[in-house]
């Protein structure tokens, strides 16, 4: 294999070796700050999620299961991939599944990222919704996918309501302790391109719908 | 395939004059058009979503933004070290490219160790600035590009005109006309339907490509991790189906720690489409680990030098905080009446590009890139990490007569100007001078309707001003007799 | 000269500026452009602690833009002036003024009795002037200054506002090639005829 320049050589270029003044910098978070603990949180993030073009719906705790296999008969999905971490919420979804008559594929992932494609919908829980701008954050920790909110042509993500932050900047201030899963992605919206004359397309290579159950218990 | 003509427009014969482009551009109303159009929307979209939520607050904003840039770029060498450090840890590998060339024929090198055959690819300025599509095709790995904007501009064998937007140059109907003839599908206009076309052609590529690269908006020192911003969603599957992930970087996307990602992502959804927030936002931190149930095992980043070493050590290493929002390219007038990024000869158009690529590729090898601007200082403005870019321009210019690049007769014209100026007789003979001199001008032409008050044709060097516009006479008394008559003398007389 | 980057010969330019100026209490300057050269860039002309950087710290101190004078150095209230001035007129802010800071003559237009201002599509975008910019790229330059003029034409004012001489002479060349019948003037202008200290056609002379 090709080495290419050394790693010393390479950061030679780049100026003396001891920096004194590294590592020596605070930033102003709360400059960025749109949307405080206060507000309310959950209607925030219904209507950013809406806006974006993405549909939540919210339930009662009591009620998911129902609310959610009215909304996979409405669908209609033949087969289904799950990223779930818990295995309560898996039986919960598989029992609504199928009461809807759709067939959940691969549901531990073990066929990698292949069978993925061939499904007609992901369905994932989150770790946090964000109400500043509507996003979903979601995780690799746990066993969860990091393609079933994305190869699949429909996501569905149950978001529980005390997993809303106020702020995309809460999310960053929190973490630091808990190990980073290897992939971390904020999902704002469908898929979409503006890339021909500037005419929005929804669905490019992404999921063209993405659905939110937002728990209240 | 593609890069014959892609190496001739954005890596043009040096040095690279845009005389001849400028024509062609001038020549095409429906590319000048179109990108007017674009560009101007997304500028007042951007103006428009900073009003709605930062307002007061932005240029406190921005200003944080840029020091934290100025500070990551002062300790590089510190950060650098600490993000390789950090990858490895993670399982991931650095490799160093000094220039494109290296950087390319590692990752061919990894391409061939991996036998890979297809490799998707989403969008990324760095590998355009190596030219990499065309290496790894020449070494027999078929490339995708994925964005598609860069697919169809792949597909038309042609080469992206801006930064973010890379198909801003082109129509629904060049984007038909290319999917019909190299898809072998039905020519459509309905950018729905092309989208549908492109979707269905490549979730086949990703299915099956054994190599995904990236390109990276962010690196993060601390913990090792690539930051994705993307609208499509095609860089999270590049990144995410094939076996094999290799990441493009300069090395200036480094930024100290995850805490310092919002102020970057806060700023450039809304500078460059004037959204909050990019609909994806992928970060990444290490190849696959034994829980992960999917995703690529290997992991390569390649960190690229390739010229900016020495713009980080000379005085204008501010330029290497851009984080490619294009705002400076949507708010320019002269992007726009050039029609777009190929008229810059250069992969990095725009304000950005007229300031970067002087430096990256020589300043005598583009003459005209710090000359061709009004200093509007819209771009400036538009800069959400605060980056003065006309301030750039005059350096340049000023490095220019340093080194001679500037012909002899305007150096000669701004030496007996400034003597003139100096002096109060000097002066005062020049000015009468110049107002007789119009005068007779004046006296030669007939004016419309008679009118000798206006010069309708100048020799040079004010010719070129006569091209669109007439130059009143100046006032028959000039300011310094009327000063002088109603408000008594001053004191230099 | 500093924007072309001839900065020993800028800086002698300055030197001699400011020693002519040296001794007044105020600078006004009718032009966005000359103001914004001498407050922003002279000091920088100069090394940081030599007595030029003083003198030339100062000359900037006391350089003013003629509203920016009106505002911030007299403290006359816009609708205190009442000024009468009929017409229907469109304001074109200078490029320069970005780098002097907020631009207090959209208000002090407001103030003026009987003008009806009608504000373009384009306001902010360049007229296409930047010195020689408009001699070496003339093709560019009169693209810019054309995309200007049709948005100027789109709000059918016989009146063109601006406060920068640059602008102001491009402006007016370019109308008169066309023939459109639009005169551009400065706010210093409309304030000298409104107190009729200026005779309309004296101005255009
Ligand atoms: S220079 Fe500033 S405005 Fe231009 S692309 Fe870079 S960050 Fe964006």
């Known amino acids: 294999m090709v080495e290419g320049t050394s790693r010393e050589h390479f950061l030679a270029r780049l100026g003396p070796a001891t920096s004194p003044a590294a590592e020596d910098l605070s930033v102003d978070h709360e400059l960025l700050r749109l949307v405080g603990p206060e507000e309310d949180l959950l209607a925030r993030f219904m209507q950013e999620a809406a806006g974006l073009g993405m549909q939540p719906r919210l339930v009662q705790a009591e009620s998911l299961e129902l609310e959610m296999s009215r909304l996979l008969s409405e669908l209609a999905p033949v087969s289904a991939c799950l990223s779930l971490a818990d295995g309560q919420l898996r039986s919960l979804v598989l029992r609504a599944m199928h009461s809807a008559g759709c067939e959940a594929r691969d549901t531990t992932m073990s066929r990698g990222i292949a069978a993925q494609y061939d499904v007609d919908i992901g369905i994932t829980d989150v770790c946090h919704g964000v109400a500043e701008t509507g996003s979903l954050i979601l995780n690799s920790a746990a066993g969860r996918s990091r393609g079933a909110h994305l190869v699949p042509p429909i996501h569905l993500a149950i978001l529980y309501r005390e997993q809303i932050l106020p702020d995309l900047v809460d999310f960053f201030t929190a973490t630091g302790e808990s190990e980073l899963a290897t992939a971390q992605v904020f999902v704002t919206g469908p898929s979409k391109t503006a890339d021909i004359e500037g005419v929005l397309v929804t669905g490019v290579h992404g999921p063209r719908a993405v659905h939110i159950l937002v728990v209240d218990n | 395939m593609s890069d014959d003509q892609q190496r001739h427009l954005l890596d043009p014969k040096l040095p690279y004059l845009m005389g001849a482009r400028i024509d062609k551009a001038m020549a095409d109303d429906a590319m000048r058009t179109a990108v007017t159009s674009t560009t101007a929307a997304k500028d007042v979209l951007r103006k428009e979503v900073f009003a709605n939520s930062f307002a007061e607050r932005y240029p406190a904003i921005k200003r944080e933004a840029a020091r934290i840039k100025a500070h990551c770029l002062d300790n590089l060498r510190h950060y650098i070290d600490k993000f390789a450090g950090a990858v490895e840890g993670l399982g991931g590998k650095v490799h160093f490219a000094s220039d494109s060339q290296e950087a390319n024929r590692i990752c061919v090198a990894i391409a061939k160790a991996e036998g890979a055959r297809l490799c998707v690819k989403s969008k990324s300025m760095v590998t355009e600035e190596a030219f990499l599509v065309r290496d790894l095709e020449d070494a027999g790995v078929e490339t995708v590009e994925t964005d598609l904007g860069e697919f169809i501009v792949q597909l038309d064998r042609d080469a992206p005109s801006h930064i973010v937007t890379p198909m801003i140059h082109k129509d629904r109907r060049a984007a038909g006309r290319a999917m019909q003839r190299e898809l072998q599908v039905e020519y459509s206009e309905d950018p729905s339907k092309l989208t549908a076309i492109a979707r269905s052609y490549l979730r086949d590529k990703f299915r099956h490509a054994d190599l995904g690269i990236s390109g990276a908006n962010f690196l993060i020192a601390e913990s090792g991790s690539l930051v994705l911003c993307t609208n499509e969603g095609n860089a999270g599957l590049s990144v995410t189906s094939p076996r094999v992930h290799v990441v493009f970087a300069g090395i200036e996307k480094v930024i100290p720690r995850l805490s310092d990602l919002p102020f970057f992502l806060k700023l450039l959804a809304r500078s460059g489409t004037g959204q909050d927030l990019t609909v994806y936002t992928n970060i990444i931190s290490g190849p696959r680990r034994s829980s992960d149930p999917d995703g690529p095992e290997e992991l390569h980043f390649i960190l690229l030098d390739n010229g900016r070493s020495k713009v980080l050590a000379s005085d204008q290493s501010e330029l290497l905080a851009c984080i490619r929002c294009g705002a400076c390219l949507n708010a320019c007038p002269v992007f726009r009446a050039v029609g777009g990024g190929h008229a810059y000869g250069a992969v990095y158009s725009g304000p950005i590009g007229a300031a970067l690529t002087p430096l990256l590729r020589g300043l005598e090898n583009y003459p005209d890139l710090p000359q061709a601007s009004s200093l509007c200082g819209a771009c400036h403005e538009a800069c959400p990490v605060d980056i003065d870019l006309p301030k750039h321009f005059v350096s340049l210019r000023r490095a220019q007569i340093e080194q001679q690049i500037v012909g002899w007769r305007e150096r000669l014209a701004y030496r007996l100007w400034a003597k003139s100026m100096r002096s109060a007789l000097l002066f005062r003979m020049g000015s009468r001078m110049g107002r007789i001199a119009l005068g007779l001008l004046s006296s030669r032409q007939s004016g419309k309707a008679g009118d000798r008050r206006w010069l309708m044709r100048l020799p040079w060097p004010m010719k070129a001003w006569s091209m669109d516009r007439d130059l009143p006479m100046p006032a028959r008394r000039s300011f310094r007799q009327l000063w002088k008559s109603e408000c008594g003398v001053g004191k230099n007389g | ?205």
């Open chain 3, 1 to 205: 000269m500093f924007n072309n980057g001839f900065h020993p010969e800028a800086s002698s330019l300055a030197r001699r500026m400011v020693g002519v100026f040296d001794g007044f209490e105020y600078v006004v300057t009718n032009s966005a452009s000359c103001a914004a050269m001498v407050r922003e860039k002279f000091p920088d002309l100069f090394s940081q602690d030599s007595p030029d950087a003083e003198a030339a710290r100062a000359l900037a101190a006391k350089t003013f833009e003629f509203i920016e004078f009106l505002d911030r150095v007299l403290a006359l209230k816009p609708e205190d002036l009442g000024i009468p001035w009929q017409g229907v007129a469109t304001y074109h802010p200078s490029c320069h003024l970005r780098s002097l800071g907020s631009d207090p003559c959209p208000s002090y237009l407001a103030g003026v009795d009987g003008l009806d201002i009608r504000p373009m599509d384009k306001a902010s975008d360049c007229c296409g002037f930047g010195g020689t910019f408009a001699l070496k790229y003339p093709k560019i330059s009169s693209t810019m200054v054309r995309e200007k003029l049709a948005s100027i034409e789109r709000t059918g004012a016989d009146f063109l506002i601006s406060n920068d001489a640059g602008c102001s002479l491009s402006l007016l060349g370019a109308c008169h090639r066309r023939g459109l019948p639009i005169r551009t003037l400065s706010y210093a202008e409309i304030l000298a005829e409104g107190l009729g200290l200026l005779a309309p056609d004296e101005a255009q002379a």
